[in-house]
């Protein structure tokens, strides 16, 4: 049964979305193609008709994730950069691994990733480094933008880190230990 072409896009972003969730919460080897295409309510059958392979589609799985997070840390760091970070190091979002930080949830993953995969990924760390610069405090574009890399590396280890120790006091101590020593929180 063929379908129009409004509803295989339909499908394609359905598929798109739901891959953005499920690569975030388990991993791009974590999930298979039936579970990836059953999630998004489709047979395996049409994957091809949508994504040349896995690797394509986990591309632009994490180009979607990269994008959406881009949007909501605009809106967060228009209104306060120091509530962003609280925000970004809160217990809830330490929670929310499929819809939180694709750069915290995928970087194990990207760095065995291919070529595609990791070049939509140091695009999303170009972009939040690019976001973040102009907000440093410090009095030249190469310091700021210095400052930036060191603001976003040290959120996303602390992240990254509090995620995976399974020692809830720790992982707060890890995200507290964060906070405190980056300037701009304290300001």
Wanted: glycine share 10%; proline share 2%.
């Amino acid at each position: 049964m063929k379908v129009s072409r409004a509803q295989a896009e339909q499908n394609r972003e359905r598929i798109l979305d739901n891959a953005a969730q499920l690569f975030r919460e388990r991993g791009f080897d974590g999930i298979g193609l039936n579970e990836l295409m059953q999630a998004a309510g489709l047979t395996r059958g049409g994957f091809y008709g949508h994504f040349e392979s896995k690797d394509d589609l986990a591309a632009q799985a994490l180009a979607r994730a990269l994008s959406t997070q881009a949007e909501l840390w605009r809106q967060q760091t228009d209104r306060s950069l120091t509530g962003w970070i609280n925000a970004y190091l809160s217990d809830a979002h330490r929670e929310q691994v499929g819809a939180g930080c694709g750069l915290a949830a995928l970087a194990g993953d990207v760095a065995r990733a291919g070529p595609a995969v990791r070049d939509v990924f140091a695009g999303g760390v170009q972009a939040a480094v690019q976001r973040l610069t102009p907000q440093m405090p410090a009095a030249d574009d190469a310091e700021r933008r210095a400052q930036a890399m060191a603001l976003l590396s040290t959120l996303v280890g602390a992240l990254l880190l509090s995620r995976a120790v399974g020692d809830d006091a720790l992982a707060q101590e890890l995200r507290e230990a964060a906070r405190a020593h980056l300037p701009v929180a304290n300001g």
